[in-house]
């Protein structure tokens, strides 16, 4: 309990410092808080609520996510002011419970009204919201207006879904109960998120990932309470990324959230996994010792270098017949403005897919200001030809690694083709439909889809792949990651000849380690998977 209270990456150090986040305003949309918890009590700005029964309790998410971002004892920010509306996304009409943004979308917008009213240094500049919006549900366009406007005004919103409006991108990191939580080493992948990147490996470029896992918070219980949670999830990321801009916010008060991220991502520490001595480069970690550093240097510099701006795609004056992703680069950090054809673009500033241009000459414009307000300009034109066609290989992934199994292959087309697929240089004789499963031994694979239309004309996309061998675990005959009771039946059916289709790994499912595959090592098994034992024979 009193090693997750420590929020971890050095913050401590700089708390000490001064740096802290006073005077920063954060403002969290989330459930009803308990407002006169210890950790955060003397610092509440404002509490509202919406759609909110008047007898409601406090719930456990608020004062998590409360004592994350600026928790005295817990949190990053443990100064900063808190401005929380207390909202539910879901209402109960005629006896169902229907999920909506509408009331999300009013809740940000009563912050905005109150951050104008606000005296230039106790602005909010952050406001964390631990939410994803679907577009089926109703208010989605609600909510995005709600989160354009609220940027508009100078505010970082963060949620599940941030990429969708910044470049930057972050997930969380795992950590032993036990271990440092200041130092590097001690992190691995969160619990939360493990399973799902160990099965597809590829190094994330626009990732920055910070401690979600084995944390103590603040507890709606009593307001001396606490609770400690060993698995994290993307809730607890978002008000941990509030409290780092507040930090930064508190150094250099004309910072904006490009630039925040730009230095992120600049100063962040290399993360890896190894897997059987292989390292893996997976993405950086938030380091706010050097972002705080960076800053600090920045206050006594003299910059009259203009940024230069490279857009690597699409490239001048081509013609383009698919889909494509706006690729640039800029060589410090700085707050970019995007337009396409003269209009503010307010979606990702990064890898943007620009799939919604009509036919036609159209023109990207970037405009980029870093932090001593020197401006530079980029543009191309370039044109649409929608007469024909494109194809898109979505699965898998470019470079990315995975373990020995078989591999949807998922891929789209936009007009009436026939269609050709090669994989590892040997064409199919027979289409391969998409979302087909394909198993793909250990090494390095490509996949190429060939489209032809009625006239002939051929486009195509390619991807390069790799498959590892993954670790055995004893017990996980299936190579799913998990020991449960289908690894046990699976065990049983081979055992009497049936030869299952996903028993993958005969060395896992020799647990007893006697070299034969029986029945005894299917009923060891399953007393492992509902808890009659801790370790297999053969681990002894």
């Known amino acids: 309990m009193e090693i997750g209270k420590n929020p971890g990456l050095n913050l401590y150090s700089l708390h000490q410092m001064g740096i802290t986040g006073k005077d920063i305003g954060i403002a969290i949309i989330d459930q009803p808080l308990l407002v006169d918890h210890e950790e955060y009590y003397d610092r509440v700005r404002l509490y509202e609520e919406i759609n909110v029964e008047s007898d409601e309790l406090a719930y456990m998410h608020g004062t998590l996510v409360s004592s994350i971002a600026l928790g005295k004892n817990v949190g990053v920010a443990p100064e900063a002011d808190l401005y929380y509306i207390g909202c539910f996304s879901s209402e109960n009409i005629d006896g169902e419970i229907h999920r909506t943004y509408r009331y999300r979308a009013q ?4 912050i905005i009204d109150v951050n104008r009213e606000l005296p230039e240094d106790k602005k909010i500049r952050v406001l964390s919201m631990s939410l994803s919006y679907d577009p089926n549900i109703e208010g989605h366009d609600e909510i995005v207006e709600a989160i354009l406007e609220a940027r508009n005004e100078g505010i970082f919103v963060i949620t599940t879904d941030s990429h969708e409006y910044f470049w930057l991108d972050f997930s969380g990191l795992g950590r032993d109960p036990y271990a440092d939580p200041d130092l590097i080493s001690s992190y691995t992948l969160s619990v939360f998120r ?54 930064a916010c508190q150094v250099r008060s004309d910072i904006t959230p490009d630039i925040f991220q730009d230095i992120a991502f600049e100063t962040g520490t290399p993360f890896e996994i190894e897997i059987e001595g292989i390292k893996y480069p997976l993405a950086k970690i938030f380091n706010p010792v050097k972002i705080t550093e960076y800053l600090q240097n920045s206050l006594n510099e003299v910059d009259t270098t203009v940024p230069i701006i490279t857009i690597k795609y699409p490239i001048n004056n081509e013609v383009y017949y698919t889909e494509f992703d706006l690729e640039y680069s800029i060589s410090e950090p700085a707050t970019r403005k995007i337009y396409t054809d ?39 034109s370039f044109t649409i030809d929608l007469l024909h066609g494109y194809v898109k290989i979505i699965n898998p992934i470019e470079n990315s690694l995975h373990y020995p199994r078989e591999i949807s292959l998922d891929y789209i087309f936009s007009k009436s083709a026939s269609i050709s697929i090669i994989i590892d240089g040997i064409a199919n004789s027979t289409a391969i439909p998409s979302g087909t499963h394909i198993f793909f031994s250990e090494g390095d694979h490509t996949i190429e889809i060939i489209s032809t239309e009625l006239d002939e004309y051929e486009n195509s996309d ?44 005969h060395e896992a499912a020799d647990v007893n380690g006697d070299g ?17 034992i801790d370790i297999f024979p053969a681990e002894l």
Not at 107 to 110: D, E, I, M
Not at 358 to 374: C, M, P, R
Not at 516 to 532: K, P, S, T
């Open 342 to 380: 003269n209009n503010l673009c307010f979606k990702s500033y990064y890898n943007e897919s620009i799939m919604d241009l009509s036919e036609g000459t159209h023109t990207i414009k970037i405009v980029a200001t870093d932090l001593s307000g020197n401006e530079a300009i980029a543009e191309v």
């Open 194 to 247: 493990e399973q799902d990147i160990l099965n597809n490996l590829f190094y994330r470029d626009k990732w920055v990932m910070l401690p979600i896992d084995s944390k103590t918070f603040a507890s709606p219980s009593g307001k001396d309470m606490y609770g400690w949670g060993r698995m994290g999830g993307s809730s607890c990321a978002c008000p941990y990324l509030a409290g780092l801009y507040a930090l």
């Open 462 to 505: 390619q991807v390069v792949f790799s498959v590892i061998s993954r670790p055995i675990m004893l017990g996980d005959v299936n190579s799913d990651g998990l020991i449960d009771i289908i690894d046990a039946l699976l065990t049983a059916q081979y055992y009497v000849g049936l030869d299952p289709e996903n028993f993958v790994s």
């Open 107 to 110: 809740a940000v917008r009563r």
């Open 516 to 532: 034969e595959i029986d029945i005894v090592d299917a009923l060891l098994i399953a007393r492992y998977y509902i808890g009659l």
